[in-house]
């Protein structure tokens, strides 16, 4: 009887399948566009408003 | 440090990648600063139901997508009047140091459905996993699965990438394991 070794590289290949991963064109230009977005400047308003909001009582009744 | 305190801090940390995701579905830089707005106010206001210890970045990038749908369908009505003039001006700036080949790739990326732009973006850039991509879209793994494999298809044939080693030509078809054990 012997023994059927399977360990092919389809079996590793399967395992990741991430079909975006660093080895992808495709994957990495979607990093390069999503990275620059991140990396965007925030605004101050988004600070303000987050102040403004702390402002106001949170556990506000809701009526 | 208060509770209210420590969440907005949190929300202040999640700004930046609340803002990529919206300019990726809006396409357009100051429809998605105020749909992120619109998201740290639900948050705020919502902030009782989110549950500690779970993903907060998930749980606003949830509230940002139905915002943006729930947007997209009230202006589905309002653009009708306005003929189009919308959807021609919805480029974003190019940054100054901008590659040329990003700039194409932005292009393509519009060009994608929003199912499948969202759905690519989740994955391949967000950093979130199937599951959370299907929780935060409402739908199932097998169809944020499908989705993004559309996506990269499609991009690839507008970009005029060909597709890397998936369907390597190695010989192993012959992978029959050959023992049905019964």
């Known amino acids: 009887m012997k023994d059927t070794t399977k360990t092919g590289a389809s079996a590793r290949q399967a395992g990741s399948a991430d079909t975006l991963g660093a080895n992808s064109e495709i994957g990495r230009k979607l990093k390069q566009y999503y990275d620059e977005l991140v990396s965007d400047e925030v605004p101050d308003r988004f600070a303000q408003l987050l102040a403004q909001l702390e402002q106001v009582e949170p556990g506000r009744k809701k009526d | ?182």
């Open chain 2, 1 to 182: 440090m208060s509770a209210s305190e420590g969440f907005r801090t949190d929300l202040l940390g999640a700004i930046p990648s609340l803002r990529a995701f919206a300019v990726s579905l809006t396409q357009n830089a100051d429809r998605a600063d105020d749909l992120v707005q619109e998201t740290l106010v639900k948050a705020w206001d919502k902030q009782d139901s989110f549950q500690l210890g779970t993903n907060l970045k998930a749980w606003l990038f949830t509230i940002l997508r139905n915002e943006f749908y729930s947007q997209m369908r009230k202006r589905g009505r309002e653009v009708q009047d306005s003929d189009g003039i919308m959807t021609a001006r919805l480029a974003i700036h190019p940054s100054q140091h901008g590659q040329l080949d990003l700039k194409d790739f932005r292009a393509a990326l519009e060009q994608l459905p929003e199912d499948q732009r969202e759905a690519i973006i989740l994955i391949g850039a967000s950093g979130f996993s199937y599951e959370e991509a299907a929780e935060i879209c409402g739908c199932a793994v097998g169809t944020i699965k499908s989705r993004v494999s559309r996506a990269r298809t499609r991009l690839q044939e507008i970009l005029q990438i060909s597709g890397d080693e998936d369907f390597g030509p190695d010989a192993i078809s012959a992978q029959v394991t050959g023992s049905s054990v019964l």
